[in-house]
């Protein structure tokens, strides 16, 4: 009983991996998802573990600005690949080229993490028999210009998902808040030392959000505006064929400028693809309400700035959180820190998508995935390699 008690309670592993205890002539399985079987014998035990594949994984492929995170997250990543003894793993992020070209065996890793980056080609050149590659962050725009994982049939592309969706939804919020209530001013007059009469101040609740890419996120987006402040929503998305959750209206791209005519909020979640390159241009900023709020938590791609910015100087728009930029990181000579700006744009250099919980999470999404492709399994968040949007929704 004693055995059974400590293995049972003080010896069970991480979710998704599968621990045997042996208590008399039983063998007891616990599971994420089955809860406590008895199985009367070891032999099931082990055949189970027959299905589940040896693995070999390279991770942390990147150079520049995404090695510093990378290098975080490696360890999440670790300390779940340790938990799996059917898991051979080799830590990269800080090797050269000519390290990894010495590494022996090549044709006998399978798997491939890393973060969205173009180097990966500099892998899968090498690196021949690996059959699935995962994405650490939700963006794919730079790891698809990889062309062997682009046109290697072979090679299944997944990534993280649903990882940013509460904080860049707090981001949309914050950021329709901070110019509506214009914080700006108070901040000058509080640094200034100065007392202002009272101004009028337009309120959030009620007004009417629309919601550019209304997967994950945008739910989200859409979630925290009605349900704080009772907005009504729209949501511009690819399916209209029934009223997706907390939003009052569906509609599509090919509405888009009869949706900014009407929005006093727009938040843009779109994703970085051939269709979406600069759709928010002078045509439909020129159709928005004078005094919409703009936020882009999509890609900065799918924005023409200095439309943007001509809306914004012309008092057009009321204001902008950018979260993300076209080009990044933005130099110190980029438009975006002109004078004429900066009361108008809130900048976060592409970091609401981060908090503290995250690397676990990633690390999470990749666990799961990971005991699928060892047992043969279908994986969940795989990327069409041609739209660089997902294929499957879990």
Partial sequence: FFLYFYFFFFKQKTAYEISACLVGSEMCIRDRYMGNIKLNSKQLFQQQMQNIKNLKVLIGVSTGAIKANLKRLDSSVQNVLAT???????????????????????????????????????????????????????????ILKSPTLKDNKEITLTRAKNVSNIPLAEFSVGSSLFFLRNFTFFEKLKRNRQWHARVPLPFLNRKTVAVFGYGAIGQEVGRQFKQGFQTRVIAVDRNTDKLPPYADEVTTMANIKQVAAQSDII??????????????NKEIFDACKKGAVFVNIGRGMTVNEDDLMEALISDKLLGAGLDVTDNEPINSTSKWYDEKLQDKILLTLHSQDEQSEGFEFRAKIFEENVMRFAKGEELINVVDKVSGLSLIHI
């Fill in 267 to 280: 938040v843009n979640v779109l994703p970085s693809t051939p269709a979406t390159q600069k759709v928010f």
């Fill in 84 to 142: 799996k003894p059917f898991v051979d793993f080799k830590p990269i992020y800080e090797y050269t080229s000519q390290e990894i070209s010495s590494i022996p065996n090549k044709d006998s890793y399978d798997v491939v993490v890393t973060g969205d980056t173009s180097d990966v080609e500099v892998i899968l050149k090498e690196f021949r028999n690996v059959k699935w590659v995962h994405n650490l962050y939700a963006g794919c725009e730079s």
